[in-house]
């Protein structure tokens, strides 16, 4: 019962299939959930909601189950602080392009480069299906599609290099990556670009009354639909037969056979731990072990009842950096230098009081 799991949950509800979702913990939403403390009501994880602006995929997601969600656009995007400057990213592209040749004249040129090779690699990646680069030889490849087999690969800062060369520059271009907890260096430049350019494209937006409000909403489609939500129900293994899911078996014991499965965990658990090496598909598992897991953040949730520290004027999204040598820091922060890890602030209250 994360969101992406109770979106397909709600979506087959609501072409007459009959569905059950089984969640392990007691509450819906997965990492988009809410708690409450004290009096405040906290969204645990959440900060934006991408792709959800009029004609957006989420957006047509949610209207094609019924839900049309009051949403904030966020203004700016997002914000960047340095020790000697905060960068406030805007949602207008032009404006944002702009703002950083103001701050790096002699770099003009390669900022200019730099946000046309962006603009065009979104593009070709939404144009594209994901499997075009992997399954086609380079030299069968659509010109169309050289740029982007051309940085497929390449890390963020791999990728910056072709276009600049201030490392204050390239620190606030790979905002977004810190953003997720890592350096330019050591994550995929695509990923950071879909990022960008999807704000500005689509739009970042925050749910009115938070992001629970959506899981809330997916949920009681898939009743109305005549489908089950059960919590506090962990799954033990999904069950296959002649290489073929058939259901799951639950920690309880209890078996349910189903026509089609559909894991919401993550790759590792559901290949690994759910369908497990004596069913899963050749290669999958060797394939997986060659794979880095992501770190797992510490989130510290912090509530003020009087405003004494100026929230009103700061965006919703900020990021607050030690240094611009983010290579040094992520390297420090493996070592368990707190001095040296960057942090991301969330603001909600700024949008849903």
């Not at 939404?126 to 030299?139: I, M, S, V």
């Not at 740029?147 to 905002?175: C, M, P, W």
């Not at 999958?284 to 953040?297: C, I, Q």
């Not at 965006?315 to 942090?343: I, K, M, N």
Request: proline fraction near 5%; charge should be negative; charged fraction near 20%.
């Amino acid at each position: 019962a994360g969101m992406g799991g109770l979106m397909a949950a709600a979506l087959l509800a609501n072409e007459g299939c009959k569905v059950l979702v089984l969640e392990a913990s007691s509450r819906i939403g997965g990492f988009q959930h809410r708690f409450e403390r004290n009096g405040f009501r906290i969204d645990a994880n959440f900060h934006f909601l991408q792709e959800a602006g009029p004609g957006r995929p989420v957006r047509k997601l949610l209207a094609a189950v019924g839900i049309e969600p009051q949403l904030v656009a966020l203004d700016p995007l997002a914000e960047f602080s340095f020790p000697d400057r905060v960068v406030r990213m805007s949602t207008n592209r032009t404006q944002y392009r702009d703002d950083l040749i103001t701050m790096f004249p002699a770099q003009k040129a390669g900022i200019v480069a730099l946000f046309d090779s962006m603009a065009t690699l979104y593009q070709r990646m939404q144009e594209w299906p994901a499997g075009a680069l992997r399954d086609a030889a380079p030299e069968n490849l659509p010109p169309e599609l050289a740029a982007l087999a051309a940085h497929a690969n390449e890390t963020l800062d791999q990728y910056l290099e072709h276009f600049v060369s201030s490392r204050e520059l390239k620190a606030i271009l790979g905002g977004w990556a810190t953003y997720f907890g890592y350096c330019g260096a050591r994550i995929a430049a695509l990923p950071v670009i879909v990022l960008s350019e999807a704000g500005w494209d689509g739009g970042n937006f925050h749910p009115v009354g938070g992001i629970d409000t959506i899981a809330q909403a997916l949920k009681a489609r898939v009743e109305a639909g005549g489908g089950t939500v059960k919590l506090s129900t962990p799954v033990r293994r999904i069950l296959v037969d002649a290489g073929r899911a058939t259901g799951v078996e639950l920690e309880s014991g209890e078996v349910i056979t189903a026509a089609a499965t559909i894991s919401n965990a993550d790759v590792f658990t559901t290949y690994r731990d759910l369908i497990g090496a004596d069913n899963a598909p050749a290669g999958v598992l060797d394939g997986l072990a060659g794979m880095e897991r992501f770190r797992s953040p510490l989130s510290v949730y912090v509530g003020v009842r009087a405003d004494g520290l100026g929230l009103e004027k700061r965006a919703a999204v900020h990021v607050v950096f030690p240094s611009y040598d983010t290579d040094g820091d992520d390297l420090a922060q493996d070592e368990g230098r707190l001095d040296r890890v960057a942090v991301s602030i969330g603001i909600p209250t700024l949008v849903t009081p």
